[in-house]
């Protein structure tokens, strides 16, 4: 079975600051992970994903993540947040490539002036 | 433009009330997915279609019927509507090849079961 935790489900940062949304996955073979962005009555979007290639992945908007087996972990960040990245963001794993999507809960993330 | 369209975008029903909600891609995409999506769950796979003529369960199909048309529609049928069934829905396709894709989703239709 595979599954992933976000935990707490809303993060506040002031505009320029350091963005870090947490994302732990359970598998029991090497997975595949997504980040997906919503912004407000739309749909989700990718952000970036992890496929065994590169461990740091560079996605949109200048988002990027690190996949770190010893830690099961896939964390979101971004050097300097933006006003227009308030927007609720998914973390997803899929264990095959025809495999489906499992989505964590998603956090919130608010951008403070 | 390319991508996911559903239909319709907004829907009040009546409990015991039956529709169905209208999902295209024009992608080529072999799979297509329905999710549900609330406040606090992520989003749940209610049914997906592996390719053209298939279809299976996913985590929360009770109250849920599927019929994938083609290989661009895969609709989702509530046959007797209830207010569990409140929710945003999301329809996703991918394609299905030797790349690890991600999905694309459409814009969601936001169900109401008063």
């Known amino acids: 079975a595979q599954s992933v935790t976000q935990l707490g489900s809303h993060v506040s940062v002031s505009e320029g600051a350091l963005v870090l949304l947490r994302c732990n996955y359970s598998?029991?073979?090497?997975?595949?992970l997504f980040w997906y962005v919503q912004y407000p009555n739309q749909g989700l979007q990718l952000l970036l994903k992890?496929?065994?290639?590169?461990?740091l992945v560079k996605g949109i908007n200048g988002f990027e993540a690190e996949f770190k087996k010893s830690e099961t972990s896939f964390h979101l960040t971004k050097p300097s947040a933006h006003m227009s990245d308030a927007a609720e963001y998914f973390c997803?794993?899929?264990?095959?490539?025809?495999?489906?999507?499992?989505f964590g809960k998603g956090i919130t993330l608010s951008v403070r002036p | 433009n390319a991508g996911v369209t559903q239909t319709p975008k907004f829907q009040v029903l009546k409990t015991g009330q039956s529709m169905t909600l209208q999902c295209a891609q024009d992608?080529?995409?072999?799979?297509m997915y329905w999710y549900r999506q609330d406040p606090g769950m992520g989003l749940r796979l209610i049914y997906y279609?592996?390719?053209?003529?298939?279809?299976d369960k996913g985590e929360v199909p009770n109250g849920y019927n599927v019929s994938r048309l083609n290989k661009r529609e895969f609709s989702l049928r509530l046959e007797s509507a209830a207010p569990s069934q409140t929710s945003v829905y999301f329809c996703?396709?991918?394609?299905?090849?030797?790349?690890?894709?991600?999905?694309?989703f459409g814009s969601g239709t936001r169900l109401t079961v008063v």
């Open positions: 992608m080529n995409h072999n799979s």
């Open positions: 598998s029991s073979v090497p997975p595949y």
């Open positions: 992890y496929t065994s290639a590169a461990t």
């Open positions: 997803a794993v899929r264990t095959g490539a025809n495999s489906k999507l499992t």
């Open positions: 279609s592996a390719s053209e003529g298939t279809t």
């Open positions: 996703a396709s991918r394609t299905r090849d030797r790349e690890v894709s991600g999905y694309t």
